[in-house]
Structure formats: structure tokens, C-alpha cells
């Protein structure tokens, strides 16, 4: 992008995204790697760490499985069709209550009010509510204005808009890049204080 190969970029983000890229703007290519990495860091790091520790290996292989399917069927499929209405409810219910603690737990330490603002007018209301949850918190981190309508299979598809700000440019993709590593080592050092804090409580209790 900073080179103006708008070629290259639009080729290595339809590897990223389900949505067609040929048409795609500056902006729009930057738009799509920011939500696409803001979606797939919840659900691919936080998401799959949470259903391991509640729930054991099996729902977390479950869960991965699941995600890998709708990301292949979607390469045919459009994300809004009847034939993806049963997975698309399954990780819907799965994923329910674990975003929504994990936003409003991770809005804490990012831009709380401007976060629940975004998802009481705009995330609550996408098309997909789990992922407006999560847009929300990104959009709200980032200070920029994300979703939108974006075009499926060569048929175009609404998607509520996320936020007030300017839209992305560039720099707002290593921006989403290093805040997403500030989240990554927050979930490390998180897990691991709940590990200690469990396994002294284990030790304490059998003394």
C-alpha cells in the first residue's frame, strides 16, 4: 500500500477476507485487513483459549473445526445464505456469552465508554451482533470507522457502519497490528496470573 501496488495488496487481502477485493479502494483494502485481523484475533486466540480452559480440548477443536468450515463454504457461499444458516447459528450460540464478557472485559483497558457507545448503536445492531461486539471495541481502540457495505459473490451485502471517526488509512493497519499484540500478551500474562492463582489455591486447600 505505502508503495501504491494496489495489485498486490488487493491479491494478498482476498487470501484474507471472504469478500471480493477486485473493486476494492485504498481505503477499502485497509478497512478489510482491519476487520479481518480484529475477527480473527477474538476468535482465533482469545475465543479458542476460553472454550479450552471452560470446557477441555474437545469443544476447542470443535469450535476451530467449525470456523474453518464457514471460512471454506464462504469462498462459494454467500455469508447471508440458507445453506450457512445452521453453522452460522452454532458458532453464534457458542460464541454469545464469550464475547460479550470478553469486550466488555477488554473495554476496560481500551476506550470503555466510546466501546459501549459503538455497541449500543451500531454493534448490537449488525447483521452479525457477535462480530459488531467485536468491531466496536476495535473501532472504538482505533479512533476510525469500520463496516460497511461490502460486496459477496459479486452481490453486494449491508453491513452497518461502525463508529464516527474518520475512515482507516494505512498506518491504521500497523496501528491494529500492535494493538493486537498489546492484547495477545495481555491474554498470556491474564491466563497465567489465573493459572498461579489457581494452582496456590489448590496447594493452600490440601495443606
Not at 90 to 104: G, H, K, M, S, W
Request: charged fraction near 15%.
Amino acid at each position: 500500500m505505502e508503495l501504491n501496488q494496489k495489485a498486490t495488496a488487493k491479491q494478498m487481502t482476498s487470501q484474507l477476507v471472504a469478500r471480493d477485493t477486485t473493486s476494492l479502494s485504498e481505503m477499502g483494502i485497509v478497512k478489510a485487513c482491519v476487520e479481518s485481523i480484529s475477527l480473527n484475533h477474538i476468535r482465533q486466540f482469545w475465543l479458542v483459549i476460553l472454550f479450552y480452559v471452560i470446557a477441555g480440548p474437545w469443544l476447542m477443536v470443535t469450535y476451530k473445526l467449525l470456523l474453518l468450515i464457514n471460512h471454506a463454504w464462504r469462498t462459494f457461499v454467500l455469508p447471508n445464505s440458507y445453506f450457512l444458516k445452521p453453522l452460522n447459528k452454532t458458532l453464534f450460540i457458542l460464541e454469545y456469552p464469550l464475547i460479550r464478557v470478553l469486550i466488555a472485559l477488554l473495554s476496560i483497558f481500551q476506550n470503555y465508554k466510546k466501546t459501549w457507545h459503538y455497541i449500543h448503536h451500531y454493534g448490537k445492531h449488525a447483521y452479525q451482533s457477535n462480530s459488531g461486539w467485536i468491531l466496536s471495541l476495535f473501532a472504538a481502540s482505533l479512533n476510525i470507522q469500520i463496516g460497511g457495505p461490502a460486496h459477496y459473490l459479486g452481490e453486494k451485502l449491508k453491513k452497518t457502519r461502525i463508529g464516527l471517526e474518520r475512515p482507516p488509512v494505512p498506518n491504521d493497519l500497523k496501528v491494529a497490528t500492535a494493538l493486537i499484540r498489546q492484547l495477545q500478551w495481555f491474554g498470556v500474562l491474564f491466563i497465567a496470573l489465573i493459572w498461579v492463582l489457581f494452582t496456590f489455591a489448590l496447594n493452600f486447600k490440601f495443606k
